[in-house]
């Protein structure tokens, strides 16, 4: 069995007893128990292949968390040449290491009946005596009539230089 889970905007194919790293997880997904549920699973395949659209309904991913630490530093450097321009920077990602603990799907229950407010009626309209929906119509679109095109100035003669001889 293995599952296809989403955090920290990546995805991990996981499965159970696998030890992963993931991005720093917030406080107030971490239990007491430093148990973290993941609700955002895309896919789960037991004997069945559970799709999401896009998570699977009723699925669930328990993790227990490891240890928090920092990933090891990435050196961010930018140059132009020719311009006396350099900068140096750093950069250490806080990371989670997990343990996934238990891949699970529950029982769908089916569709849910909910006792949802009464549709509004649709208005018709009392001259017709039909009972087509009103709708309001879309502005109309004014035609726009297109410039008209500009020709190039015709050019003059090249007036005549020089003095004439008599």
């Avoid at 799907?105 to 509004?120: C, D, M, V």
């Avoid at 929906?133 to 007036?159: F, N």
């Amino acid at each position: 069995m293995f599952a296809i889970l989403e955090t920290g905007g990546k995805q991990y194919k996981v499965e159970e007893g696998d030890i992963i790293e993931v991005e720093h997880i917030d406080e107030n997904m971490i239990s007491k128990e430093n148990q973290v549920n993941f609700k955002e699973v895309l896919l789960i395949r037991d004997n069945d292949l559970h799709l999401g659209q896009p998570y699977v309904e009723n699925g669930n991913i328990e993790a227990r968390i490891l240890e928090a630490f920092k990933s090891p530093k990435v050196i961010i450097f930018k140059k132009k040449s020719k311009k006396g321009y350099k900068r140096t920077q750093g950069h250490r990602q806080m990371l989670h290491r997990l343990k996934i603990e238990k891949i699970e799907i529950g029982k769908s229950t089916g569709p849910k009946e909910t006792t949802a407010a009464p549709k509004p009626e649709i208005k018709t309209r009392a001259k017709t005596g039909t009972a087509k929906p009103s709708k309001s119509r879309p502005a109309a679109k004014k035609s726009v009539s297109p410039a008209p095109k500009k020709t190039a100035p015709t050019k003059k003669p090249p007036a005549a230089k020089g003095k004439e001889k008599k």
